[in-house]
């Protein structure tokens, strides 16, 4: 695989992330880099030890009888349970994980690609060091080692590639894979398990006419974020499973880097969700259909009771707008009708046939055999203690993420990412509990939106421009900010990530929505529950509760529209 980063980059910006942590945050690193990555701690002792590698193979993902070159996980259980590693044959997939809460875990990860790389196990509660921070990154030959106690409830999660600059295309050529934990709760439910508890991870892919991975395509793609034609699920496509007329439970993740997915049935049957990414709901949520942004999960209660030995259903990403540029939309949807176009033409020529908000297939299941048996759902699932701003000691101030769109690079909070600053807005006391607004900061407001949350957080250095003027070879977009290129990149729907501890949703706000296109999607949200990343759509405003316990360090938050993620909208909460 090629990248546009060179080795020498490479190494000098892993090296000199490490070095200015360090730096600024003595107290949380160790001195030397190599014994932060690589060396056990003796009193940890572990109850599961799992061997984890990387590295480039060939395998079948089309049905066409060629290979195709990825980048993949293997992974070996050196102590544990039997069930916590499950490999998955002839895919690129990373193997199945099942960790039971309260287990002590040593990860060891060698990597052996021609390219740095570390994991991250998103959505887990966890120390830095065992985060997968990009700091920590390890070149082609060496090792790290991640040591960490399983303090998740029963839930639904996964592990990918967190690499500076290469998060989108690591994971994109493969490096991912499922991570389930469980707790005695969910066991006393009588939940479908074995069989009937099965995974289902939507990606998006090019494939080129050999048969390999194509991905992103210049400026465009990355700022638009990548679209692939085609859809794989469980890494292969055009997905069938067959069914008994009974329950299941299905795991789904939106694996993809940028696309955003609106699953319902094809029949019009309303989806249940009993599982929100990192926790049982309370209780059943039943959607007309289910908005999935990328990197979110929900357990999905798919019941087939009662239908009749060969009826078939087809689960859709049904049709939905407003998540891209209103440009961007209009131009999609007349491709193809125009000619002579211009820049907007041959930009237009980039993006997927199948655009953002296209409706079409994803899995088809076909009941196979009739049972008389099946688990009924429950009407109680997990208790969970919901925060209210009670919990908060910042009700009245909330921490801001402002979602920047100026310039052709998108920002959190009008900052790039950087490891040689921390705003006063990004320490976080440990043990406290914080409000938490994420919003829209758009360009031609953004100076008055910035000025105003500074008078409220001392947010030092939030007004200058990271982009440099136009001596810095931004020249174009500098002048071309406010007009029409600033035009189409405002207005996008956000992924926001948090790493560290869980959070809850407190508020959905519509604000300066589009009312005809946030029709298309308001009623598939699920905000309850524990929750890693919430999808925000344009105009909206959504307040979040984030504890900030147990784990002293840097823990990032960003987009995780994966092409914005390597283009710098990524921060640090420094909690100390």
């Known amino acids: 695989m ?13 090296y000199s992330a490490f070095g200015a942590a360090a730096a600024l945050f003595p107290e949380l690193l160790l001195a030397n880099p190599k014994s932060a990555r690589s060396s056990p701690t003796p009193s940890f002792k572990p109850d599961v030890e799992i061997e984890f590698s990387a590295r480039e193979v060939f395998v079948p993902i089309l049905n066409n ?7 993949k996980y293997f992974a070996k259980l050196l102590k544990g349970p039997e069930n916590t590693v499950q490999s998955i044959e002839d895919n690129y997939l990373g193997p199945t994980l099942t960790l039971a809460k309260g ?17 991250h196990w998103h959505g887990m509660h966890v120390p830095q060091k065992s985060d997968g921070h990009p700091m920590y990154s390890i070149e082609p030959g060496e090792r790290f080692v991640y040591e960490y106690e399983v303090l998740n409830n029963a839930g639904t999660s996964f592990y990918h590639s967190h690499a500076h600059e290469l998060t989108g295309s690591q994971v994109y050529f493969g490096l991912a894979g499922l991570l389930k934990v469980t707790d005695e ?4 439910l009588g939940l479908p398990t074995g069989e009937y508890d099965l995974p289902l991870v939507i990606q998006d892919k090019r494939f080129n006419s050999h048969s390999q991975l194509q991905y992103v395509h210049g400026m465009h793609d990355r700022m638009m974020g990548f679209l692939g034609d085609t859809i794989l699920v469980n890494g292969k496509p055009n997905a069938e499973f067959s069914v008994k007329s009974r329950a299941y439970r299905f795991r789904v993740l939106n694996g993809s880097s940028s696309r955003i997915y609106k699953l319902g049935w094809d029949d019009g049957t309303p989806l249940t969700a009993i599982g929100s990414a990192l926790s049982l709901l309370e209780k059943p949520e039943t959607k007309p259909y289910i908005m999935l942004g990328p990197s979110e999960r929900f357990d999905l209660w798919l019941d087939f009771s009662g239908r009749p030995v060969g009826s078939k259903l087809v689960l859709y990403s049904l049709p939905f707008s407003g998540a891209m540029p209103p440009m961007f939309e209009r131009m999609h949807r007349g491709r193809g009708r125009q000619g002579g176009m211009g820049m907007m033409g041959r930009m237009d020529m980039m993006t997927s046939d199948l655009g953002q908000g296209d409706k079409f297939p994803i899995a088809t299941f076909n009941v196979t055999e009739k049972v008389s048996d099946s688990p009924k759902l429950p009407v109680q699932l997990a208790r969970l203690k919901r925060l209210t701003e009670k919990d908060v000691d910042n009700a009245d101030s909330p921490l801001p993420i402002a979602i920047t769109e100026r310039h052709m690079r998108p920002l959190v909070n009008g900052r790039p990412f950087s490891l040689d600053e921390v705003m006063e807005i990004e320490k976080v006391k440990l043990g406290s509990i914080k409000k938490i607004k994420i919003y829209h900061s758009h360009a031609e407001h953004q100076q008055h939106e910035m000025s105003s949350q500074s008078n409220n957080h001392d947010m030092e250095g939030m007004g200058h421009d990271s982009m440099g003027g136009r001596g810095s070879g931004m020249g174009m977009m500098d002048e071309m900010g406010g007009g029409m290129m600033g035009g189409m990149m405002m207005a996008m729907a956000h992924p926001i990530h948090l790493h560290g501890q869980q959070f809850q949703v407190l508020s959905r706000k519509e604000g300066h929505v589009n009312r005809e296109d946030y029709e298309t999607v308001r009623h598939g949200f699920i905000d309850v529950g524990r929750k890693d990343t919430v999808l925000v759509m344009p105009g909206e405003e959504v307040e979040i509760i984030k504890p900030f316990q147990d784990f002293k360090g840097l823990f990032l938050y ?15 909460f420094y909690v100390y």
């Not at 090629?2 to 892993?14: A, E, V």
């Not at 009888?65 to 980048?71: A, E, H, L, N, P």
């Not at 709760?185 to 006393?188: Q, R």
């Open 185 to 188: 709760e969910e066991k006393a």
């Open 558 to 572: 960003h987009c995780h529209n994966l092409e914005h993620e390597d283009l710098g909208m990524m921060r640090n």
């Open 65 to 71: 009888g060629s290979k195709t070159k990825v980048q």
């Open 2 to 14: 090629t990248h546009s980063l060179n080795y020498g980059r490479r190494q000098f910006l892993q």
């Open 103 to 119: 287990q002590k875990v040593r990860i060891y990860f060698d990597n052996n690609l021609s390219e740095h790389s570390i994991m």
